[in-house]
């Protein structure tokens, strides 16, 4: 079955909320996905699934060392041509998930339109627009295991 990995590291729990919201989308298209803070993934077992969203929070303008360092172990497992999506909240400037898309297409994946980011905590409308890029996962997701 395909399915979808999200990882993602939250100091106050907005980038958590957004990653859950995602979880929710690409769960609607019947996509089997598994949501976990880093510390609970390891990037061997991240490699392994079709697709992966990673979602960092911006402190001093870039994403938060230890997914830094998960983005490079997972990159050094092979991520060519699976899908990927970036996401994460932000207060004033917003680069991390930015940075997080761009390792991603230099690794070779297909990284999924937008490149979502939320200033500071989620309301009810961020919280749709998470899922809908959910969907939009779950549907990019279905189209490359038919290519
Ligand atoms: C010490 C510190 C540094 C920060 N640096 C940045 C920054 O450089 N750019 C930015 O857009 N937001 C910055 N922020 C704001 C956070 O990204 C923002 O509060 C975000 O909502 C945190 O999300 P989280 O709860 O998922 O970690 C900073 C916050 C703190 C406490």
Redesign the pocket.
Known sequence: MTKLAIVY????????MMAEAIAEGVSQKHIEVRVNNFYEWDPKDAATYDGIAIGS??????MLEPIAKFLDALIAEGVEGKVGAAF????????APVMIAEKMREAGMKVVDPVLRI???PDEKDLKECQRLGKDIAMKLKKLVKE
Do not use: I, M
């Open positions: 590291l939250s100091t106050q729990g907005s980038t958590q929070s911006t402190f001093y303008y870039k994460g909240s932000y207060g004033w400037s917003g680069e200033q500071y905590v």
